[in-house]
């Protein structure tokens, strides 16, 4: 079964400090990875996909994430947090069983994001 | 029209009540998602409908039963539930089960006393 591993469960910034959080997976197959984000009380919003292709990809709101397959690994990335960015994040990979696909969460990172 | 469309948003109910979540979305997608989300916990997959069809049951208890009664719609019915199974409930919905995002809804806040 596929599994995912975000190492770092909470992480508190500065404003203006730059980000990045750490992303594992085991499956050895093809797989489409994703980062998600979770506003406060808000619902799971897709910050940014990879499928196949250019194997770093940028997503929204200045957030950036590079696939490294011999690594297993899928880093999310940005230069310059805001406070805006306080949310937990979530690394997910999705594994196709047949006809259907599974997608698969990290244990997720709480960001935080200090004035 | 991007949403996918959670009802209600929040359901307090007892050991020994029958209730449905909903779940709705237009966005012609033929795959949709039960989630189950404990507090601090990441989403947890319950099923996977394919074009209406029940492909996936990640050995969910037989007091969950979904239902898809058409390619817009999913439901989550629910009966003698226990507990420990307040959490949020996430429907989510794909243009297929393919390599394609899945697109979630706020949740159904579910409490069971």
């Known amino acids: 079964a596929q599994s995912v591993s975000q190492h770092n469960h909470h992480v508190i910034l500065s404003e203006a400090a730059s980000l990045e959080l750490g992303c594992n997976y085991s499956?050895?197959?093809?797989?489409?990875l994703f980062w998600y984000v979770q506003y406060p009380g808000q619902h799971l919003q897709l910050l940014l996909k990879?499928?196949?292709?250019?194997?770093l990809v940028k997503g929204i709101k200045g957030f950036e994430a590079e696939f490294i397959k011999s690594k297993f690994s899928f880093n999310l990335r940005k230069p310059s947090v805001q406070w805006s960015d306080t949310a937990e994040y979530f690394c997910?990979?999705?594994?196709?069983?047949?006809?259907?696909?599974?997608?698969?969460f990290g244990t997720g990172t709480r960001l935080q994001v200090t004035l | 029209d991007t949403e996918v469309t959670q009802t209600p948003k929040h359901l307090v109910m007892g050991m020994t009540n029958k209730k449905s979540l909903k779940c709705e979305q237009h966005?012609?997608?033929?795959?949709m998602y039960w989630y189950k989300q404990k507090a601090k916990k990441p989403p947890e997959l319950m099923f996977v409908?394919?074009?209406?069809?029940?492909?996936i049951n990640e050995s969910v208890p037989s007091r969950f039963s979904p239902e898809c009664p058409n390619s817009s719609l999913l439901n989550l019915h629910l009966h003698a539930l226990q507990p420990e199974d307040s959490a949020l409930y996430l429907c989510?919905?794909?243009?297929?089960?393919?390599?394609?995002?899945?697109?979630f809804g706020q949740g159904t806040r579910l409490t069971v006393v």
């Open positions: 989510a919905s794909s243009q297929h089960t393919g390599n394609t995002e899945a697109f």
């Open positions: 409908y394919s074009y209406e069809k029940l492909s």
């Open positions: 997910a990979v999705n594994e196709r069983t047949g006809t259907a696909s599974k997608l698969t």
């Open positions: 499956y050895g197959g093809t797989v489409n």
């Open positions: 966005m012609g997608h033929r795959a």
């Open positions: 990879y499928f196949s292709g250019d194997p």
